[in-house]
T-cell receptor, first 111, second 115 residues
Framework: QQQVKQSPQSLIVQKGGISIINCAYE??????FPWYQQFPGKGPALLIAIRPDVSEKKEGRFTISFNKSAKQFSLHIMDSQPGDSATYFC??????????FGQGTRLTINP | DGGITQSPKYLFRKEGQNVTLSCEQNLNHDAMYWYRQDPGQGLRLIYY???????QKGDIAEGYSVSREKKESFPLTVTSAQKNPTAFYLC??????????????FGAGTRLSVL
C-alpha cells in the first residue's frame, strides 16, 4: 500500500513533442506529490509538486495532472527539448513521513 | 552557498572493510535521509533522522549504520555485512513541521564500488 507505481520505464520523444509519465498509488493518506528530475551522476532535483486538492498545476512547460478518484497523477512536458533528457521520479508523501518514490522513467528527447 | 555536500564523489571498498560516506548540510534542516540507487531502479530509503541523536531504519537498513551527533551532519557507514554495496548513494535533507512542505533536497551523490 506504500508503493508508487511509475510508467513507462523508458520513453523516447521527438523534439517539440509532449512527454507523458504516469504514476499510481494506493495509500489515500498521501497528501503531497512531488516530481524529481535527475541527470546522470547527479542527485535528483525537485521539479514540480502538487497537493491532492488541486487537479492540475503548471510551471512553464511542466504540468502535473492529478486524478484523486483514480489515485493517479502524471507529468506532462510540453515542447520537449533535448535538455529535458533525464530520469524522472514521481513520489508521494504522507504528512511528516518519508517520501515514497516511483521506479523512475528514463526520458530521451531526440533532436 | 547553501546546500548539501556529499563526499567523496567516488569510493572504493575492499572485501571486509567498513567505509563511511559523509553528508553535510547548511540549510538548517532538521531531517536528513540516506538513499541507495541502483541502475534502472528508484530510490530506496536506508536510514532517516528527524532530530539530532535520533534516527530510524528505512526499507533497506541491513548492513548500514548511521549517526546524527550534529544537526548539520549525517554520516553513513557501509559495513562489511552489506554484501552488495555497489550503488549510488544519495543524501537528502528537509525541513520538518506541519507547515513545511517536507520537500527533500539532495546532494550530488557518492558512487561506491567494490574492489
Amino acid at each position: 500500500q506504500q508503493q508508487v507505481k511509475q510508467s513507462p520505464q523508458s520513453l523516447i520523444v521527438q523534439k517539440g513533442g509532449i512527454s507523458i509519465i504516469n504514476c499510481a498509488y494506493e495509500n489515500t493518506a498521501f497528501d503531497y506529490f512531488p516530481w524529481y528530475q535527475q541527470f546522470p551522476g547527479k542527485g535528483p532535483a525537485l521539479l514540480i509538486a502538487i497537493r491532492p486538492d488541486v487537479s492540475e498545476k503548471k510551471e512553464g512547460r511542466f504540468t502535473i495532472s492529478f486524478n484523486k478518484s483514480a489515485k493517479q497523477f502524471s507529468l506532462h512536458i510540453m515542447d520537449s527539448q533535448p535538455g529535458d533528457s533525464a530520469t524522472y521520479f514521481c513520489a508521494a508523501l504522507q504528512g511528516a513521513q518519508k517520501l515514497v518514490f516511483g521506479q523512475g522513467t528514463r526520458l530521451t528527447i531526440n533532436p | 552557498d547553501g546546500g548539501i555536500t556529499q563526499s567523496p564523489k567516488y569510493l572504493f571498498r575492499k572485501e571486509g572493510q567498513n567505509v563511511t560516506l559523509s553528508c553535510e548540510q547548511n540549510l538548517n534542516h532538521d531531517a536528513m535521509y540516506w538513499y541507495r540507487q541502483d541502475p534502472g531502479q528508484g530510490l530506496r530509503l536506508i536510514y532517516y533522522s528527524q532530530i539530532v541523536n535520533d534516527f530510524q531504519k528505512g526499507d533497506i537498513a541491513e548492513g548500514y549504520s548511521v549517526s546524527r551527533e550534529k544537526k548539520e551532519s549525517f554520516p553513513l557507514t557501509v559495513t562489511s555485512a552489506q554484501k552488495n554495496p555497489t550503488a549510488f548513494y544519495l543524501c537528502a535533507s528537509s525541513p520538518v513541521g506541519q507547515l513545511a512542505k517536507n520537500i527533500q533536497y539532495f546532494g550530488a551523490g557518492t558512487r561506491l564500488s567494490v574492489l
